[in-house]
Each structure stands twice: as structure tokens, then as C-alpha cells.
């Protein structure tokens, strides 16, 4: 693999060139987009690209292309709505869904959309109410001054304000959201197009996917207002055209020091990989049993091989010797650095703590990730018990002293998934919870003294079938039930998922607890010592590594060269019909091929540009310089994985549905004039 | 985890100390051995301790215990045997066996053992037939004088002769065996307890298992006359005792260069352990389909739980880094010694060759696995049909020229394999098949070009159940007729499994070439200079990585210490009792439930002991210095893994059920009179 290796320069905090970057909308380089491509973005034009875009608060971007609302994102981003809004005889992920009528739109039972309304920097009242503290004390103040901040900002229920965290806490800032939480289902085509080609083309290009589903937003039961929005481009994406994509990447690694690489490298992604690879054996077999379980398990297989193959590629670029001594380089220049100048010297300790701190994760890492974020207990019904319970414990508290899900601004979100009408399936629930507690057996060992709490003189099957047919929280009534009771109705519970729930709170708040205090806020407290010193020689002029917040990103409609073969940017639609097997993943579905005729097969259907983008960003528009919509990111080429730690200009490549397939398709094969028309503007 | 690294002084060639080695016989420490322990083995009872051990062929050691052939090796080597002899009425793995009349004993259907006759010295033999030769022209001649020698002393049917390597091509020898196919199953014990606690308990200590089996080799349809045996100790092994353990270790890779090291710590372990979890969900859910599917894929399912374990430890030894950086340190020192001396010096060209193959080998090593060594076709059916088309065309050649399964000293194993009677389930077959077609294609890509000659526009569910279901190989009487029928029968042969194998052999047939003229060619006569270099300034003084070789180490019976906590040597079959919570893997079969009054519980049951052992020691005796059976190793502790790459003599510790819980449970549970009385010798 020969990279060229961007990263390099990140890491040293110099300017980055290329199309590289995810920058914030309030230091996005408008200039150098002039420079490149002639055109430069005024604040209007951002104002508008910003509020016309919005995030799903569980993971994906979309934006609004009518002014009633209306929302494009990507059909994964929606998957779990539509298969809860499915029933054993009313399959939605594979017949697809269109409302011909308004009144047909259904509500997703736990989709909450955002739009960044403000962003404010709270830097200064955050590093004052920090200054001087360390490991718990630096920990509750933090955790204190932004619940404070939070609370303060969200007058409203649909207001959410978030403190978030950039440059490693170089920067603090608050984004104000407005908050949507009726959000409906207007469009989804079949799963068969939607993801033809499957696990084996994902990450790949070409590519001939109508990976899109249309939500509405709505207010007070009606469709909302929304002035912002991206109109339709006539003419779509054209080759070397520039173009901008606005969303919510979910996170980068790129300005990680080296300690934390080999953290991700020997540690997290070996283990979160092997365990994905065993859970990805179980569900695929799993969904033999039958028709019913593949439907009830096809969006938890998805995200499973989805992230395998994301974290497959991000392991492979760490693993890249070429690579990780030019970031190991790039660390050894930002060290001399700072050891040549007096006042930067003492942040070379900051290198130490980080170090020390990778390794007491990677030795309670199994222990943090399987008791306090279940993956020892992968069960809806233990979710909900532990939620339950510690609400009835948290919500008494002051704001600024509760656990984080459970502060003011979480709790729409928290409540949502906690009250969220989809059904659960107990089949399910017991195989996943079996797997799972015998995974927490197999890592921890069975004389462990919290494993033999857990399972006391049972196995993992039986004691997961006793409480999957035990517990009573399948019915969101019973849970509103413990909701209302709080902490006496809680204790008083003989259901036995809230029984162990509460038999193991202790030792999950426990390492919980030395999580947060020993070693994150250890890690942030260090990296806002290495960002600092990074600000003082090179301001904004960087970008800021991802977190799951707005970013804008520029490049051109561009294929690229794989070894001495090209790439080209654009597949059409008659390159499908050409793919198509006849078995699935290869299955065009029934409706496309009897419509076949109807289609121009030269229309664009997939295209690539050198936007930076990542996971998160799924769902984001594409938009040209007249902020037009052109198309639809629902993924990146297998080179983009790498971009977890650095930017590889000459292969990373983003992937999009083509604006002009959606019209043809939309008209064509769904005669969806309704949803045309909206788009249209007429 | 602090260990001992002896491991520094193994890479650097000086003389091992505390217990380590897995010593050849012909090179054993008699005088080191009595230094420490006062004991000093002749070469009398050396030959007879040689005499008394056995190999099975596929990949276990054992003993003979009595003068009539009877075998004592490990339930889990004789496991696919006992599942081989079941069938869904009458499961002999979940019931045991015992064979009250001599009349009763089974033959396995496919088991061969091993007795070590006879070692030479072919290293100059071997030299002078590579000299001067480099890639394919070596290959070629060491494939060629390998299969000369050995058929040159194969002179009977009865004789197997193997060239093996040892120190890395620093030694070649022949090593002749008398082989026996007659091997009939004597005696098994329940799964319940051969495995009690399972895959949890699996490299653990305290254990509680009675890992064992008897088996009894015959002749002429007659028991074998063996006079070289272990006699039964009356008291069994002691707390200090020294002990010997005799067998097979299967690989160690102790004196591998760091850029083979790098290839195993990136490349081999982690994509090794990502299948194996994935195989590991999938069979795991698998065997939920219903309890004659969990009956016939048990031992598949052992045997991934298995290599998984031990792979993991190997894995987190060499993600170690003061482990990894001993090994470094070492091999830094090697250099720098070889750097002195002139004639020495040009000995360093070979580990850049090393470094160069490892990474041409991380290149091609998926195509290699998944094609030429059939992980993307898991198909015992799909083996017959390989096997028979191969033989068809090898077999007319001369046999130097021949693959090397197809040379006449590797045909009984080979014929042994393909007409074996053990049956085929179909249902298994189609599943197993499914998910590793899966795997092809996700590993290779769809667009690849083998890829598509393989599925074409199959699917590969459809796939495996057409080839599976149009094949006529599970019936012995059909691969019969092919091998008899040769090149003619096979090419006009319309089983789908047979037409498979012809279409992809070409691709098979080169990719093992270029691994085994450019790779394993360069590796071998590579690590013969270092090897060379080595041996100049150690001769025997040090011992070979294990290669499946007879091997002899010496330590004593002793616990060890974990931080702050002592684990002493023994169990009792009391302990048993203790652990027992009715739930597998901790249920006691019912058999033991209902005489547990008749046992003394203070018997011991599992012990360790400091000797250096390895995977493929499975089923070794473990014999005091009068050579008399005192235990019998079916295990290793946690820190046993990390002795693939150097022995930590503070906590490696091998593990063995103790010969007084085997005569204490065959009287008093299972009433084996027949059996007691043969081993007491009356």
C-alpha cells in the first residue's frame, strides 16, 4: 500500500492541502476553496448550507430538501425505523414504503432529528471551572459546568444544547439545536436496491445503490416549516464539478499521539473486531432459523458487518508499517517542537499521562465495555431495566451531578428510546443475551467474582431464557410503570431483568466511575495540554478532528487510480440490470425489473468525489457551489477507512447516490409524483 | 505481566536453563538433568521411553500401557473418532464407551499411530542435493531427495519414514516409524467429564477433567505384541517428583526472526483468529438447530474453541511489548555477534531475504488459505474430490516429482483420510460450505476473477446446497471407483464436486507454487544459514523448535504463583463435586452423580508440573524416573500459550490428570475390571 501521507502534516499541525479537511462552519477556509476553485462561500451561503442541513441524533446526517420538511438521509440511517414499523406479515425493509397521501406518513417510533441553530464558544467558562482540578475533582467539575451551560441554553423541550469538545479541548464550544422529535416516514425503497450488492460491495466502487429514504419533519402534527433547504439541481453531479458536503462526521483519530494508536492498534480493534467477527458467525446463522428471524435481525447483521468492514479497514491502515512510522515521525517532530521552546517544554509530560493512562484502558477495558456498556448483557429488556433504574436514582439528583444520559438535555433522548413502541423479540432477546453472557463468561473467566455473582449456579442459557420470559418490559406500559414509580417502585420490582439490574449497578458504576475519573479525564486534560500548544503555533488554520458535529468539506466529482487500473466516477443505472444475479445480495428487486424499459440506462446512478468524509456523514448531502442538491453520501471507497487517522488524497474517495437517478427512479419506477413534485418546488 | 525471559537466552543461543527444551533423543541433557535432579537416564532407559511413546497422525501423542497394544492417549484426540463410531441413535461422545470383551473394541475409522523406530542423520545427504540451488531448482531438489530418502526406507507398508527438519534446516534426519491403521476404540469416558467445565475451564488450572481414552492397536486382526510399555505407578505422581513428559510437541516458533514474528503478530494471528471467532458464532448457533445437529458438530466446535484459545494466548504474548522487546534485543545481539566475524557476516543478507518472503507471503497469503488450502471450500465432500482429482494426476508421476501428500510414504495417511467410512451430513455440509464461499468472496472480492469462476451467478447459499446435493462422494463406494478409474474417470465425472475441483485446480496449483518456489524456498534455505551460524557456536547444546517430532522434557510436579495468589499442584476428584452445577459445561454425568459415595475424594485428580510442552503433546504420558505412568498431559495453563515463542519457567506449567483418579474412577464408576487389570499387569 503506498499512501500518501497527508496525515503527516496533520499530525504536525501545518496547514492541510488537498481537498482534505472537516472543518466547522464558523472557521471554514473560504479562501483557500477560492483559491482551488475559484468560488468562495460567503457567511450567507453558509448560513443557509447550515441550517438546510440536520442530524439524526442516533448517528447520520440528512438535510431538508422542501420547505415543508421534508428530509432526505440514507436508507441505513432510517433501517431500524422501517423494520420497527414493520410486521411478521408487513415486511417494509423488503416490499419498501411510499406514502401516496400526507395522512400515510408513520412516525417513526425513536428518531430524533437535530438542526444547529447557534454555535457560542464556552471555552474560557469551561477551562475556568477546570483550572486547577485533576482526576474525580476535574472530572465533576466538568462534568458540573457543562451540565450548567446545557441547562441554561435549553429553555425549551425542543431545544437541545450540547457543550461539545473540539481540538481534544482546544476548543469548547455549545451548539444550540432545535430539536425534532415527530419525525415520519414518507419514502424507502426496497432493501434489495437500497443495499444491492451487500456486505460485499459496501466500501466498494462501482456501485449501484439507492441507498435513500425520505422522512418529514413535523410540528404540532403538522409538517414543519422549514425556509432552509436544498433545492433540486436540474442537472446533478458532473465530473470535476466542486462540491460540498454537510454533516455530522462521527468521529477521527487523527491528531491521536502514539500511545493511543498502539491503544487502538493492539487493543480496541483487535478485540472489538474479533468480537464482531464471532457476533457476525452467530446472526448470520441465526437468520436460518427462518423468514421471521431474518427479518427481526437483518438491521443489527447489517450494522455488524457495516462496522467490521469499517474497523477491518481502519485496523489494516494501522497496521501499514509505512504509515504508522510516518505518524510516529510526526510525533517525534511536534516533541522537538515543543522541547525547543521554554515555555512548551513542561506539555511533554502530557505525551507520559496519555501513555500511562492507554495503558490502565487496555486493562480494565473488557471489564468497562462488558459490564457498564453491556456487551456482556446484549438485551433490549436489560437496557430498559438499567435505564429504569437509574433514573429512579439519577433524576433526584441536581442536574450537574447526574451520569450523562441523564442530564436535562439527554433526557428527550433517553426517554424516547426508553418509551419507544417497537416491539421485542424474545427469541431474539434470549439467543443475543445467551451469547453475551457467555462471552462475559469466556473474558472475564468463571471464577470471577462478578461472574459468578451474574451467574450464580446457572448457565448463560438458562439464566438468559429465565429472564427474557420473566420480565414484563416488552410492554412499554410497565415500563412507564417504574418510570413513574421511581426508586421505591424500582426496588419493590420482582421482574427479574430489573433484579439484576440493580444486583450489579454497584460494579458498573465502579469501573464506570475509574473510567471516567483515572483515566478519561486524564486523557482530556493532557490532549487539551497538547491542543493548547498546538493552537499557539497554528490557530483554526487546522481543522478540528471529528465528534459527531456539523463540518463542512469541499472537493470535486473525481474517480481515482487503483494500481494501474482507473476508476471512474460514475456508474449508471443501466450498470445495475448488468450486476444483477438474480440472488441476493445481486437481486434487482421484482418492481425493477419490470420497469427496466422505462429507465434511460445512461442516467448517473453512483458517483464518487474527494470529499473527507467518514462514518456519520452517511446521509449528508452533496451540494454545488449554487447550493443545489446533486446527490446523496451513503459511503466511502475501501481507502476511505484509513481516514479514521489521516487523509489519503489520492484514493479516498466518498460515495453518492447521483441526484439524477433518484428523479428517474422516483418517477419512473415508484411513480412517486407526490414526492417528485414536492422536489421539484412546483 | 512480568515474565521470565528466557526466551532472550533461547533467541541468543546460549544453553537453556531452568526446565525448558523439548530435547530430541538423540541429543537429550542426561548430565543437566542430573545435575538438578540427581537422576541420570541411560540410553537404555531412554530407547525404552522412545519405545513406549506413540504418535497419532493426526496430530496427538500417546503411550502404550500394556504389552498387548493398549494405547492411553486423550479423550479430545480420539474425540472425531467417537463421534465418527455415534450415530444419531447411539451418541458414544455424550455417552462414553467401554468395551467390556476384547470383541468389542472399534475401529476408528480413520486413525493412524506411530511408534519412532529408528533416527538418521540426513543432513549432508539433503546439503549436497540443495547446493547451490535457489527457488524453484531447490524446492524441487528438496522436494525430490526428501521423497528418495523417505521411499528408499519405506520398505514395507508398515513403515513410515519422514525427513524432518529440525533447527530450522540446521538438521535433517530421517525419522522411521512403525505405523498402524488398526486402531480400535477401548475405552471413553463422557464428554461431560473428558471436557468438565469446557471451553470456560479450558487452559485453566484448578481443573477437574479425566481427559483420556484407551485405544488398542492391532495387527492382523490381533492385538499388538508390545513389550515396550509404561507400567502403572502405584502411587502416582508426587508433590516435587521429578517427571518426564514424552510425545509430539507440534510447533514452536521460538527461533524465528522478527520479521517472521511481525508476520505472525499482523498478519497470521489476527486474520487466524477472525475466522475462527466467526466460525465459532456460526456453529455455536448452529448446534441450536437441534440436538443431532449439536451431536455432529461438536467436535468441530471443540476443536475452534480450541485453536482459538490457544491462538489468543499466542496473540497477546506477541502483543507483550517487554516480551516483544526482549525478543528484539535478541535477535539484535545475534546480529551483532555474526557482524564480528568475517566469516560469519555475510549470514546477515538472510534475514533481509526472510523479511522480504514474509511480506510476499502477507501478500498472497488469503489466496493461499482460501484456495490451495480449501478455508473458502469447508467441505469434507469437496476434499474427497480434490484428493481424488489429484491423485489421479500425481500418482502416474515418478515419485520425487509427486505433491508431497502423494508421495509413497504419505499415501496410507492420504488413503486412509479419503476412504474413510465416518459418514457426511448434508445439512452440515451445506451450511459449513455456505459460510466459507461467503468468505471467499468477502476476502477476495466479488469482482475478482477467481471469485467469479467459482460462484458465477450463484449465490453462495445456492451454491453449496446444489454441489452439495448433486454429489455422489459421500458414499466410499463412489470415491472408490474414481481412484480406481484414474485421470479418465475423473475427467468424465459429472459430480458437481469433482467439476468444481477440476475448474479451480489450476489456480490452486499455482498459488501453491509461488509459495512453495518463492516463499517457503527462500524461508527455508534462509533460516538454514542462520541455523548454520548458530550451530557453529552452539552445537546441541540448545534444542530445535518443535516440528511434530519426538520429543523428551524433564520438570517436576509444582503449582505456580498468580500476583498475590498461590495455585498449588493438585486437584481431588472431591473438587469435581465442588464445581459440579448440573449445567454444561459444569454437569457431571449422571454416572459419577450416582457413585460419588464410592470414590475417595481426596484422590488426586489434575496436577501440573513445570515441563515444556506444547499443542500435539495432547495425550503424553507423564513417567517418574522408573518409567512407570504417573499422569497423563491434556493441557497446558494460560501461560503455556506464550511457550509458542519462549518458555516462562515462573508460571508455564503443564497440566495432566493424575494416574491415581484414572484407576480410582475406571474401578469405582465405571467397573472396568478388564481394563484395571491389564494395566496393573495381572
Not at 100 to 119: D, G, K, Y
Not at 274 to 293: D, H, M, T
Not at 329 to 334: I, K, P, Q, V
Amino acid at each position: 500500500m503506498h499512501r500518501i501521507l497527508t496525515v503527516l502534516l496533520v499530525a504536525t499541525a501545518a496547514p492541510a492541502f488537498a481537498d482534505e479537511g472537516m472543518w466547522t462552519y464558523d472557521a471554514f477556509p473560504a479562501a483557500a476553496v477560492e483559491k482551488t476553485y475559484g468560488f468562495k462561500p460567503s457567511s450567507a451561503w453558509l448560513d443557509n448550507v447550515r441550517l438546510s442541513t440536520v442530524r439524526l441524533a442516533q448517528g447520520c446526517s440528512g438535510s431538508f430538501v422542501s420547505k415543508n420538511g421534508l428530509v432526505l438521509t440514507n436508507h441505513h440511517c432510517a433501517h431500524r425505523c422501517i423494520e420497527q414499523l414493520s410486521t411478521p406479515k408487513k415486511d417494509l425493509v423488503k416490499a419498501g414504503f411510499w406514502a401516496t397521501t400526507q395522512a400515510q406518513e408513520a412516525r417513526c417510533p425513536a428518531l430524533e432529528v437535530n438542526q444547529l441553530v447557534t454555535i457560542t464558544d464556552v471555552t474560557a467558562k469551561v477551562k475556568d471551572a477546570t483550572d486547577g482540578k485533576a482526576g474525580q475533582a476535574y472530572s465533576d467539575a466538568f462534568k458540573s459546568i457543562t451540565a450548567d451551560l446545557e441547562k441554561a441554553c435549553a429553555t425549551a423541550e425542543n431545544l437541545r444544547c450540547d457543550v461539545v469538545t473540539l481540538y481534544h479541548g482546544g476548543q469548547y464550544k455549545l451548539y444550540t439545536y432545535k430539536r425534532y422529535q415527530d419525525v415520519r416516514l414518507v419514502f424507502a425503497p426496497e432493501f434489495a436496491i437500497a443495499f444491492f450488492g451487500g456486505d460485499p460491495d459496501n466500501f466498494m466502487f462501482p456501485r449501484f445503490d439507492l441507498d435513500l429514504a425520505f422522512l418529514r419533519i413535523y410540528e404540532n402534527d403538522q409538517p414543519a416549516n422549514t425556509p432552509n433547504f436544498f433545492p433540486w439541481s436540474p442537472d446533478g453531479a458532473k465530473a470535476s464539478e466542486l462540491t460540498f458536503v454537510s454533516g455530522h462526521p462521527g468521529g477521527t483519530s487523527r491528531e491521536l499521539t502514539m500511545a493511543e494508536l498502539n491503544y487502538q492498534r493492539d487493543v480496541m480493534l483487535p478485540r472489538t473486531l474479533l468480537r464482531l467477527a464471532e457476533l457476525r458467525g452467530f446472526v448470520g446463522e441465526y437468520q436460518r432459523r427462518g423468514n421471521e428471524q431474518k427479518r427481526h435481525s437483518n438491521a443489527l447483521l447489517f450494522g455488524i458487518e457495516n462496522s467490521y468492514k469499517a474497523l477491518k479497514g481502519m485496523y489494516d491502515t494501522l497496521l501499514n508499517r509505512e504509515f504508522y512510522a510516518a505518524k510516529a515521525a510526526a510525533e517525534a517532530e511536534f516533541k522537538a517542537k515543543l522541547e525547543k521552546n521554554p515555555k512548551q517544554k513542561p506539555v511533554l509530560a502530557a505525551f507520559d499521562a496519555i501513555a500511562k493512562s492507554t495503558d490502565a484502558l487496555a486493562h480494565v477495558r473488557d471489564r468497562l465495555v462488558l459490564i457498564e456498556e453491556r456487551q456482556g448483557f446484549s438485551s433490549e429488556l436489560f437496557g430498559f431495566a438499567r435505564l429504569l433504574l437509574r433514573a429512579s436514582v439519577e433524576l433526584p439528583k441536581p442536574n450537574g451531578e447526574r451520569l450523562q444520559e441523564f442530564a436535562e438535555t439527554a433526557l428527550p433522548a433517553t426517554k424516547q428510546a426508553l418509551f419507544s413502541p417497537a416491539p421485542i423479540y424474545n427469541e431474539f432477546e434470549i439467543a443475543r443475551l445467551t451469547v453475551s453472557l457467555t462471552k462475559l463468561r469466556e473474558l472475564l473467566g468463571p471464577d470471577d467474582p462478578f461472574v459468578k455473582k451474574v451467574l450464580g449456579r446457572e448457565s448463560p442459557e438458562s439464566l438468559a431464557t429465565r429472564l427474557v420470559k420473566g420480565s414484563k418490559l416488552a410492554d412499554v406500559k410497565a415500563r412507564q410503570a417504574l418510570w413513574d414509580g421511581g426508586q421505591a417502585a424500582v426496588a419493590a420490582s420482582n421482574d427479574p431483568m430489573v433484579q439484576l439490574a440493580l444486583r450489579i449497578d454497584e460494579d458498573a458504576r465502579a469501573v464506570r466511575k475509574h473510567f471516567e475519573d483515572d483515566i478519561e479525564a486524564v486523557q482530556q486534560q493532557n490532549s487539551e495540554l497538547l491542543a493548547k500548544a498546538r493552537f499557539e503555533l497554528y490557530g483554526t488554520s487546522i481543522y478540528p478532528d471529528a465528534t459527531f458535529t456539523l463540518r463542512l468539506s469541499y472537493g470535486r466529482v473525481a474517480g481515482w487510480q487503483e494500481g494501474d487500473k482507473t476508476i471512474l466516477p460514475f456508474t449508471t443505472l443501466g450498470g445495475a440490470f448488468a450486476r444483477h444475479t438474480g440472488l441476493d445480495p445481486f437481486a434487482l428487486p421484482p418492481r425493477w425489473l419490470a420497469k427496466k424499459g422505462a429507465l434511460n440506462p445512461e442516467t448517473p446512478f453512483n458517483f464518487t468525489t474527494t470529499n473527507d468524509i467518514v462514518g456519520g456523514n452517511s446521509g449528508s448531502p452533496v451540494i454545488n457551489q449554487k447550493a443545489e442538491l446533486v446527490g446523496l453520501i451513503f459511503d466511502g471507497n475501501i481507502h476511505s477507512l484509513g481516514g479514521e487517522y489521516g487523509f489519503e488524497a489520492a484514493r479516498n474517495r466518498a460515495v453518492a447516490v447521483h441526484s439524477n437517478a433518484i428523479r428517474e427512479v422516483l418517477q419512473k419506477i415508484y411513480g412517486a409524483t407526490r414526492l417528485v413534485s414536492e422536489l421539484e418546488g412546483r
